[in-house]
């Protein structure tokens, strides 16, 4: 039986991150994956294969609706679907490729199985061929990530009720789709199918689109998508979902309990994602869970079980992969005897669309219903110089601040490079700079951060100098 210092389950965003930090360490270091291929969710049916998608049908849709504002003709445009699929899995084939080049430069054995606790100090791996692997670890990391979930009346049977996974597998265009929820897997999917011409109706239980975000990207985002041709339908409650055979079929009702179905080719289930824990062998340890099914950490991320740690999407929380990957240093560095320290509230988030989406720190809401006094400073990007050149002019930048010190509280975008863009609101919220001084640094011109700067201004209690 082979012994490591470190052993690592899942190779998603988390479990190769944690791997890799484990191996820099000097940790001798076992990587564990049920799948062929390393990278989890993220990188083979999530992250990475819908922003390949993404960035693709948004390139379709620019050539068929925007070129020739820029003087730009041509005769005819067709979407070859195949080589749109075809592209996806080739960048997906290059991160997983990219992956196996990390783990040997690093040293790192990798075991293809399912890995399953026999006890506390042990673990089995079941392999493909029906072997078993046994060993043991001075440490585990639990990082097996999370799989879809779905509502009661909604049974997933991968053929016409689908997940993300499968929408990111198909054959041929979908005429008609119906969206279970208007989150952030729901909406990108939304503008994937969107773009290529496929009818997309969207049904989500809240208010809301995004409605974890500040209400105001969400309430913003429902305007574009439905501009751009998305049926949006909030505030119903999806009850039953139907086979047909060459099509399915949703239900769903309002909040005034009135009764109506609809008729696609698929409906897509994206109601959010659950703890992946089955077959960790879990009850032969004595690792607890929480009541929503996610593993039970303290704030060192160790179980119950001291040696056992867990991380990612597997513990609860924002399920990002960034956030799986800052637990994964963090929980190795602990076990190294370092200090690092995690700021959930500093995570961003993002949506994909276009235009994207991007959050970090606390929202209106949020602070409303804690009591927290608050000002904004909000700025458009219909009136930033670079949006205009570029026809980008959909969205805003939000900034909360704290009315007494100027303490950034939260930063909200809607518009053009907001995932860029977020980044530099992180640096100001982790490193508590204030709104004014996040004002006063220059900032490139014409550059849609600009937007940044007036709403930074804004928040300050100063006057924008463009509006």
Request: charged share 25%; aromatic share 8%; with cysteine.
């Amino acid at each position: 039986m082979e012994e490591f210092d470190i052993a690592v389950i899942g190779s998603g965003p988390g479990g190769y991150v944690a791997a890799i930090r484990s191996a820099q360490l000097g940790y001798k270091t076992v990587l564990i994956e049920k799948y062929n291929s390393l990278g989890g969710t993220c990188t083979n049916v999530g992250c990475i294969p819908t922003k390949a998608l993404l960035d693709s049908t948004h390139h379709y849709a620019d050539a068929a609706k925007s070129f020739r504002a820029h003087g730009i003709e041509f005769s005819d445009i067709q979407l070859n679907f195949e080589q749109l699929y075809r592209r996806k899995s080739e960048v997906v084939q290059k991160n997983t490729q990219g992956l196996e080049f990390l783990m040997k430069k690093n040293k790192i054995s990798v075991l293809h199985g399912i890995a399953s606790f026999v006890s506390d100090e042990q673990i089995k791996v079941s392999h493909a061929d029906q072997t078993e692997t046994f060993l043991k670890s001075k440490k585990y990391i639990i990082a097996t990530g999370s799989k879809p979930a779905t509502i009661p009346g909604v049974i997933i049977d991968k053929k016409r009720i689908i997940t993300s996974t499968e929408a990111l597998d198909m054959k041929e265009k979908p005429e008609h789709i119906a969206i279970i929820g208007g989150g952030v897997i729901g909406v990108e999917m939304a503008s994937i199918f969107n773009r290529i011409g496929t009818k997309v109706t969207i049904l989500e239980y809240a208010d809301n689109l995004i409605a974890n975000m500040d209400q105001e990207l969400g309430s913003a985002l429902a305007k574009i998508l439905s501009k751009e041709g998305v049926e949006i339908k909030l505030g119903q409650a999806v009850y039953k979902t139907e086979n047909l055979g060459e099509k399915a079929k949703v239900y769903f009702k309002n909040k005034q309990d009135e009764q109506n179905e609809l008729k696609v080719d698929y409906v897509l289930v994206a109601v959010g994602r659950k703890p992946n824990v089955t077959a960790l062998g879990l009850e032969n340890t004595n690792v607890t869970l929480n009541a929503n099914g996610t593993i039970k950490v303290n704030e060192l991320l160790q179980t119950a079980v001291p040696n056992i740690y867990a991380i990612g999407d597997v513990i609860g929380g924002a399920m990002l992969a960034h956030k799986a990957e800052e637990e994964a240093v963090f929980a190795v560095e602990r076990i190294n005897g370092q200090k690092p320290h995690i700021h959930y509230n500093r995570i961003p988030s993002v949506v994909y669309t276009w235009p994207e989406v991007a959050s970090v720190g606390a929202t209106e809401e949020e602070l409303k219903r804690d009591g927290v006094a608050y000002q904004i400073g909000k700025f458009p990007f219909a009136v930033n110089a670079r949006a205009r050149a570029g026809m980008e002019q959909e969205g805003f930048v939000k900034v909360i601040s704290d009315p007494k010190y100027g303490e950034l509280l939260g930063v909200h975008i809607i518009g053009a490079r907001a995932a860029d863009l977020i980044a530099q609101a992180v640096v100001g919220l982790e490193y508590e700079v204030i709104a004014g001084d996040m004002a006063s640094i220059s900032y490139a011109h014409p550059t849609y951060s600009e937007a940044l700067k007036e709403a930074y201004t804004i928040a300050s209690g100063k006057p924008s100098l463009n509006i």
